[in-house]
């Protein structure tokens, strides 16, 4: 199947990444939750905000799948193409998450230069709430947006964790 008619069996599972562990939500269109667990996060929490996005189907589980797709999202060489994610929000969410998936691996900007690429200029903030609303961590690569001033500023799954991103898309480069 080519990557734009490729289904998949709706579910959602646990994986682990090179930065911690995950839960995945996808429907037969494409991955709709990726979410970092985290010592503040409890993984019921998690699952229960999942579940708030999904249908029914999706509530199959499967660790085996949710692995599969990330040793997918997660590979540093992608030779296959990404799953593709499922993107639900508002009209201008929706413009600037597709405008992330825009920014190249290894690649960082600001949220300023973002909302003017957007034909937004002055919408930063607005930028930085829609980025904060993202449900489709790493593959919806919200990390790739800093400060103007090159700080990392806020991540929802904590600063050490997006710095970590960072420089292993930009190590992944390099080799």
């Given at each position: 199947m080519s990557k734009t008619t490729q289904a998949?069996?709706?579910?959602?599972?646990?994986?682990?990444?090179?930065?911690?562990?995950?839960?995945?939500g996808w429907d037969k269109q494409g991955i709709f939750f990726l979410h970092f667990y985290d010592g503040n996060l409890r993984e019921t929490q998690?699952?229960?905000d999942m579940a708030s996005e999904c249908d029914p189907d999706c509530r199959r589980r499967s660790d085996q799948q949710a692995q599969n797709f990330a040793d997918r999202i997660f590979d540093p060489h992608p030779c296959e193409a990404l799953p593709k994610p499922t993107l639900r929000g508002s009209p201008f969410q929706?413009?600037?998450w597709n405008a992330l998936l825009k920014i190249p691996r290894g690649k960082v900007v600001s949220y300023g230069d973002l909302a003017e690429k957007l034909g937004q200029p002055g919408a930063a903030r607005a930028v930085g709430s829609a980025i904060a609303a993202n449900h489709v961590g790493f593959l919806v690569p919200c990390h790739r947006v800093v400060r103007a001033s090159g700080d990392t500023g806020q991540y929802r799954w904590g600063a050490a964790r997006k710095i970590e991103m960072i420089r292993w898309e930009s190590d992944a480069l390099a080799k």
């Open positions: 998949y069996v709706p579910g959602h599972g646990r994986a682990t990444t090179p930065f911690g562990p995950c839960l995945l998690t699952q229960l929706l413009k600037v």
